[in-house]
Structures are given as structure tokens and as C-alpha cells.
């Protein structure tokens, strides 16, 4: 067993995306499990955009990571000594491991979930975790999806988005339309996820390219991105359409919250409805949709992709390619 456990702390809070001052690597000893606890080693870290949010000094629905705090994220890990019945040695679990070697797991808010053994540790923490619970129930419960909707979700070649995209047509969507940046971006939505059209953001247009491509309106717009493209999706709503507020990652970097969409007075007009969540508050709820999405991925109906970067040191820059466009697919470091 190491006795050295390598981990990321926040040195300093970043204006826009992370730089060279941003992160501290920090070396400590190996935690010891204390009764009830367990040791694990970190196997995958999970990427997510709200990362970035929990490292400005600001109020969310978590508080911020303190100066000199390892990195709070979501991750996998491997049980690796045991101090409680519930985690055995070999299991490989998910929880909020932090962007380190080494992390302990507890009871309570230190409890991390045992996944079911055999299971694809890269779709645990992509379809069949947040990722893929976010999709559905954004789709489902925020979306109220129902069959013949025509359904538009941004960010669309990433992680959530590429999950939202398929599910809505396997769940009875008539048509999906991907807003994703870069020809090659959206040619994969369109060849290889079976979305019906794809819009690229970076050549802009995007309210007259959604009028094209639903003519009669959007009945389920999925944001992810906010700003510009939340915008021009509201300028498209079919009657009674419903906005599902996932994310607004064009927002995360910048100093001072962007102007909110003009276009909200067509909720009005369209009798339209705008509502906004977080996946947590759906946590004991999560089975369901993994009734849903386990079949769908046999079928080979639901793809999902992972963008690995190797090596704890890469996890900033692994955090700030979701800000470039630059991952397909989930983000995640391998440890
Ligand atoms: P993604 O894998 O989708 O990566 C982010 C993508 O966003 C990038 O690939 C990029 O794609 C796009 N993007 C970044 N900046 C901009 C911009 N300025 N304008 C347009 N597109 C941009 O990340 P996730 O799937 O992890 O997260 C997607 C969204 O879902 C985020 O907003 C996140 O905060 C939210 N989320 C919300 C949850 C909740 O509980 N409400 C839970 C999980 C995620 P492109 O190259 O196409 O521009």
C-alpha cells in the first residue's frame, strides 16, 4: 500500500478557466479508516461543468471549495481496506472522492454507492449515473416528454446532451434537433446518434436554423448552455412548450451573470412553461431510470462515449476542455 496520497487543492479562485495558479498538487499520508469507514482508491474522476461553479466564492446549492480544499467531485473507486460490513475489499464504489489518490468512505453524507459487480465502471459514471439520470429526468419529469414531441437540446455532442438526444427518440420524440459546435460535432449526432438534424452553434443563425428545422416549433428545448442559444430556442417555442434548464455552462466562467433571454415574453405567447432543476433532489429515484436506460444499452439504442484524460495532474485541463468544446462524450481522468 502508498503511503503517499497525491491531491488537487483549490490555491486560488479562477477568473474564466483554470490556470497554472488555480490548483496545488499537495502530498499527505494515506487517510487510515476509522471504524466505519473504508479506504478507496480513486479510479475515475467525473468531470463535470459544475466543478467550475463550486470554485467561485458565491452561493450555490453546495457551498464553495474552500482555499487549501482538495477539489470537491464526483468518482469511482476501488475498496481497498475495510473497516465497515457494507464496503468489501475488491467492490468498486461512486461517491464524492475528491480529485486525489485516496478517499474514505463513511456513512451518511460520506456514503458512497457499491456499484453491481461486472458493471462497465466508464457507463457507471456516464449513462447510468448522474450523467445519464440527469438526461432522463430532465427529459421525463422537467420535460414532461411526451411521444411526437419535437425535442432541441444544446451541448448535444456531450455528455448529458448525447444521452438527452437519444433517450427523447427511444422515449417517442417525432424529431430531434442537436445544437452542437463544429461540423464534425454534429455529423457524429447525425450519423452515429440518429439525431434528425444538427445546427452548428459556431456559424451562428441559430433562431433561423431552428425555424427550419421545426418549422411548427420546439414542444421541448433542453438547456445546457444558456446565453445566445437559450435565447433562440425561446424565440422557437411551439405552444405549450416547456424549457428544461439543466445547465448554463456559456455563463460559468464569466465575472458578472449575462443579460437573461429577451425571448422569455414567448413563454407568454406560446402559454409555455420555464423550469429549472438539480439531478440530487431525484437521488432516490435513480433505479427508475436505470430500468430504462439498462435495456436501451443492451439494445445497442443508447451509445454513450468517454473522453479519458490520464493522470490526477491532468484533471484541470480536463475540466476546462468542457469550456473549449473539446470532449465527445463524458470527460473523465483516469487515475
Ligand atoms: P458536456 O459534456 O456537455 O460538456 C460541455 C459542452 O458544453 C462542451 O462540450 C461544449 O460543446 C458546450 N459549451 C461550452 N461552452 C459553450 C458555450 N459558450 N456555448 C455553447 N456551448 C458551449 O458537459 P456535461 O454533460 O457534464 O454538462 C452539460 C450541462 O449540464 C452543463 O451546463 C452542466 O452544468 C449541466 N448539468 C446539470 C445538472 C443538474 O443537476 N441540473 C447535472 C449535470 C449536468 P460544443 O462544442 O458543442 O459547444
Not at 198 to 208: C, Q, V
Request: hydrophobic share 45%.
Amino acid at each position: 500500500m502508498p503511503e503517499t496520497n497525491h491531491r488537487l487543492v483549490l490555491a486560488r479562485r479562477p477568473t474564466g478557466l483554470l490556470d497554472e495558479s488555480t490548483l496545488r498538487l499537495e502530498s499527505a499520508p494515506v487517510p487510515e479508516p476509522a471504524e466505519g469507514q473504508a479506504l478507496v482508491a480513486v479510479r475515475y474522476l467525473s468531470i463535470d461543468p459544475t466543478i467550475r461553479t463550486w470554485m467561485n466564492d458565491a452561493p450555490g446549492y453546495l457551498p464553495p471549495i474552500g482555499i487549501g480544499e482538495v477539489v470537491r467531485s464526483g468518482g469511482i473507486g476501488e475498496v481497498v481496506a475495510s473497516r465497515n460490513d457494507r464496503y468489501r475489499e475488491g467492490d468498486l464504489v461512486f461517491g464524492m472522492v475528491g480529485w486525489q489518490e485516496y478517499a474514505l468512505a463513511g456513512e451518511g453524507a460520506a456514503g458512497m454507492q457499491t456499484l453491481p459487480s461486472g458493471l462497465d465502471p466508464l457507463a457507471a459514471i456516464n449513462v447510468l449515473g448522474v450523467t445519464g439520470m440527469t438526461a432522463y429526468f430532465g427529459l421525463t419529469e422537467v420535460g414532461r416528454l411526451v411521444a411526437g414531441d419535437v425535442v432541441v437540446v444544446s451541448a448535444a455532442a456531450g455528455a448529458t446532451g448525447s444521452t438527452v438526444g437519444q433517450l427523447a427518440k427511444a422515449l417517442g420524440a417525432s424529431r430531434v434537433i442537436g445544437i452542437a459546435g463544429g461540423p464534425d460535432k454534429c455529423a457524429y449526432l447525425v450519423d452515429e446518434l440518429g439525431y434528425d438534424a444538427a445546427i452548428d452553434h459556431s456559424i451562428g443563425g441559430i433562431a433561423r436554423r431552428l425555424h427550419e428545422e421545426a418549422p411548427a416549433g420546439i414542444d421541448l428545448y433542453f438547456d445546457n448552455v444558456g446565453g445566445e442559444i437559450l435565447n433562440a430556442a425561446l424565440a422557437n417555442l411551439a405552444m405549450h412548450g416547456r424549457v428544461v434548464l439543466c445547465g448554463a455552462i456559456s455563463a460559468y466562467n464569466e465575472a458578472t451573470p449575462p443579460p437573461g433571454p429577451s425571448n422569455y415574453v414567448n413563454l407568454i405567447v406560446r402559454r409555455g412553461r420555464m423550469e429549472g432543476f438539480i439531478i440530487l433532489d431525484f437521488a432516490d429515484r435513480y433505479p427508475e431510470a436505470q430500468a430504462t436506460i439498462v435495456p436501451l444499452l443492451a439494445e445497442g439504442r443508447l451509445k454513450h462515449t468517454e473522453h479519458v484524460v490520464e493522470g490526477l495532474t491532468g484533471a484541470g485541463t480536463a475540466l476546462n476542455l468542457l469550456f473549449s468544446g473539446g470532449n465527445v462524450g463524458k470527460v473523465v481522468v483516469a487515475l
